[in-house]
């Protein structure tokens, strides 16, 4: 045991010296390559640690649960609830319900893999024995980490408070090696994307000028597409004999419309023959088939002291303290932001819904299935928008886990109910055809707020088309940033109708990951917080993938005060009320500052007198409107009408 206490100590340690006090945001942004790199590995190793103890932590809460319910029950009753609590978190691999009077081997156990094997399960046995010894004398036991069948496990043992029976667990940590491997590539430990399928290009999508990259840090600036597609809008929409001389001439293998916008395939040209061939049939754009990705970074810490000290910070007598397991010991986020306060005045609206477009979502999990309603699986339609990565049921779990349900962690809205849109695939990535037709498909479909947690460094007009349509439907749009700490503007955050997001650690200081420029609207947490992460658990990641869906929560808390509001109303009042934590006034690392929850949301009350909104944005006003024959050309042509 005082190996595994010993390694999170050193993490802690770890955690301090990359993001130290007082640290200020141009040196963090003056980071050399080499610099970025060994900060992103150290964090790659905190990833995994930080999970583990969130894992053992829910492990821990989950077993004296089950104990307090079966206790006094008869022996048939026990298993059952074994059984059940299995169901629910398979990766609780063996389950042993025991007195202090019978060993290990005779208590009721649940699960089918056989650890007696003398070759391979001694260690098990040996662990098992003394998390049993432990537990017979009233002490809690969790083992150091160890291998068994290729994976990561550990063995935990939870006494009962008021009676001689123990619970001991052998759990399969297999959320450590999916948290490593995605987190490599949101990283850009590795160079991303490294398959056949995509080609890593420079940002010019006119001369797609080429980029070599030996280096992840070489990821900085560069975008990715599809090596043999091109999106083409044409001025007039091309006929049935136009569309098939296209496919003979290009040796189409597919292709796909939405509206009047094209995504052509070819089995014998790259996208800059193709993007030379479309200049002949008078086309409004002919530009690469980009690729997006997640904007995450990894699982980092904070150490206890600094969360503690960041949630007392930010005390209230009107705040709210919801009973969440994990909220207290690992939620400094909502605190800092003056969320509980903000409680006070809303906790959300079932009628304002907010889209999650990003990898889809656990549509399972105990504290997100109730919050959902209805998406949309744009990689596969007859599909539902089920999660198969983790970043979109993280960012889910942001806005809108669960709240006092005495289960795992609190999301900022208790009631604004949550769309789940796929357009990433399982490796993290997605095109441009198909976050645009998610974008459309959420505004479509009544969602009021959507977040983007993804993006590329390329501008995509094709994209910016969807962006553009939703904005004019009065949808709130907010991006993350992205996390190579580069000022080179990122897509979709950069766009005039999007709220970019910048991430913020638990000291208020920019995090180091995060990117930056005059884009920038405001700032959020997004260092080590803790959410929803698929089949029934939770992890702990780093990244303005994080950060983002703290500002989409309070638009949509905003909105559900005053739904009155434009989506412009709803951004200036963000902008307002943010806390100015960097260089005085507004600035390129924080934009306006970090949100303020319970400012924002006095002042969107007040906003209800006409009167109260001052300094609106430019964009969309009344002084300014949108032009309403463009948005209704653009909403025919989207949905494929002349």
């Known amino acids: 045991m005082w190996k595994y206490a010993l390694s999170f100590a050193l993490l802690l340690a770890f955690g301090a010296l990359l993001f130290p006090r007082n640290e200020g945001a141009p040196r963090i942004a003056s980071l050399t390559p080499a610099e970025e790199l060994k900060v992103k590995q150290t964090t790659l190793s905190q990833d995994m640690q930080l999970?583990?103890?969130?894992?053992?932590?829910?492990?821990?809460?989950?077993?004296?649960?089950?104990?307090?319910?079966?206790?006094?029950?008869?022996?048939?009753?026990?298993?059952?609830?074994?059984?059940?609590?299995?169901?629910?978190?398979?990766?609780?691999?063996?389950?042993?319900?025991?007195?202090?009077?019978?060993?290990?081997?005779?208590?009721?156990?649940?699960?089918?893999?056989?650890?007696?094997?003398?070759?391979?399960?001694?260690?098990?046995?040996?662990?098992?024995?003394?998390?049993?010894?432990?537990?017979?004398?009233?002490?809690?036991?969790?083992?150091?980490?160890?291998?068994?069948?290729?994976?990561?496990?550990?063995?935990?043992?939870?006494?009962?408070?008021?009676?001689?029976?123990?619970?001991?667990?052998?759990?399969?940590?297999?959320?450590?090696?999916?948290?490593?491997?995605?987190q490599l590539k949101n990283l850009r430990i590795v160079t991303y994307p490294s398959d056949n399928r995509y080609k890593i290009e420079s940002v010019d999508s006119k001369t797609l000028k080429d980029v070599k990259v030996d280096h992840p840090e070489e990821n900085e600036g560069t975008s990715h597409y599809h090596v043999n597609q091109v999106v083409v809008r044409f001025k007039q929409d091309p006929s049935p004999a136009d569309l098939a001389k296209i496919q003979s001439e290009i040796g189409s293998t597919h292709y796909r419309k939405i509206g009047?916008?094209?995504?052509f395939e070819s089995?014998?040209?790259?996208?800059?023959?193709?993007?030379?061939?479309?200049?002949?049939?008078?086309?409004?754009?002919?530009?690469?088939?980009?690729?997006?990705?997640?904007?995450?970074?990894?699982?980092?810490?904070?150490?206890?002291?600094?969360?503690?000290?960041?949630?007392?910070?930010?005390?209230?007598?009107?705040?709210?303290?919801?009973?969440?397991?994990?909220?207290?010991?690992?939620?400094?986020?909502?605190?800092?932001?003056?969320?509980?306060?903000?409680?006070?005045i809303t906790k959300g609206s079932q009628d304002?819904?907010?889209?999650?477009?990003?990898?889809g979502v656990d549509l399972n999990h105990p504290d997100l299935k109730d919050q959902l309603v209805s998406g949309f699986n744009v990689v596969n339609s007859d599909s539902p928008p089920l999660d198969d990565v983790g970043h979109g049921t993280h960012v889910a779990g942001v806005v809108g886990a669960i709240v006092n349900n005495n289960l795992g962690v609190a999301g900022m809205s208790w009631y604004n109910r949550i769309m789940p849109i796929k357009v990433l695939d399982q490796t993290g990535a997605g095109s441009t055809y198909s976050v645009a037709q998610g974008i459309i498909w959420a505004t479509d479909n009544g969602a009021k707020v959507i977040n983007m947690s993804l993006g590329n460094y390329a501008d995509a007009s094709f994209l910016h088309d969807a962006i553009q349509y939703a904005f004019d439907h009065d949808v709130v749009l907010i991006a993350a940033s992205?996390?190579?700490?580069?000022?080179?503007?990122?897509?979709p955050a950069a766009y005039p109708e999007v709220f970019a997001v910048g991430a913020a650690d638990a000291n208020k200081n920019k995090a180091s990951f995060s990117n930056f420029g005059d884009y920038i609207d405001v700032a959020a947490p997004g260092v080590s917080i803790a959410s929803t992460y698929p089949h029934n658990q939770y992890a702990a990641l780093s990244g303005t993938s994080m950060a983002?869906?703290?500002?989409?929560?309070?638009?949509?808390?905003?909105?559900?005060?005053?739904?009155?509001?434009?989506n412009t109303e709803v951004m200036q009042i963000m902008r307002d009320t943010a806390q100015d934590v960097g260089p005085a006034g507004k600035d390129k690392y924080f934009g306006y500052g970090l949100i303020d929850v319970v400012a924002a949301l006095k002042k969107a009350e007040a906003s209800k007198n006409p009167q109260a909104l001052q300094n609106p944005s430019a964009a969309g006003t009344e002084s300014n409107p949108p032009s309403v024959s463009w948005t209704q050309r653009l909403l025919d042509r989207l949905r494929g009408r002349p």
């Open 482 to 491: 992205g996390n190579d700490n580069t000022e080179t503007p990122g897509y």
């Open 267 to 344: 089995g014998q040209m790259e996208a800059k023959q193709l993007m030379n061939y479309f200049q002949k049939w008078n086309v409004v754009y002919a530009e690469p088939h980009f690729l997006y990705l997640t904007n995450s970074e990894g699982v980092d810490a904070a150490t206890d002291t600094e969360r503690a000290q960041a949630a007392s910070q930010n005390q209230d007598q009107n705040s709210v303290k919801p009973n969440d397991s994990l909220y207290q010991r690992y939620q400094w986020n909502l605190p800092i932001i003056e969320t509980e306060p903000g409680w006070s």
């Open 352 to 359: 304002i819904k907010v889209a999650i477009v990003d990898t």
């Open 51 to 182: 999970t583990d103890h969130l894992c053992r932590t829910q492990c821990s809460l989950e077993l004296q649960r089950i104990l307090n319910q079966v206790k006094q029950q008869p022996a048939e009753a026990k298993l059952s609830g074994l059984q059940e609590l299995q169901k629910e978190h398979p990766h609780m691999e063996k389950l042993i319900l025991a007195t202090k009077t019978q060993s290990v081997d005779e208590g009721i156990q649940s699960g089918s893999v056989d650890f007696k094997d003398p070759a391979t399960g001694a260690h098990v046995q040996k662990e098992l024995k003394l998390a049993k010894e432990h537990t017979d004398k009233g002490q809690s036991y969790q083992s150091a980490p160890f291998q068994y069948n290729g994976s990561t496990h550990f063995v935990i043992g939870v006494p009962s408070n008021d009676s001689d029976i123990a619970a001991l667990g052998v759990v399969k940590q297999t959320i450590l090696k999916q948290v490593e491997d995605h």
């Open 260 to 263: 009047y916008t094209y995504v």
């Open 548 to 566: 983002s869906p703290h500002v989409t929560a309070l638009a949509a808390l905003i909105r559900s005060v005053n739904p009155n509001l434009k």
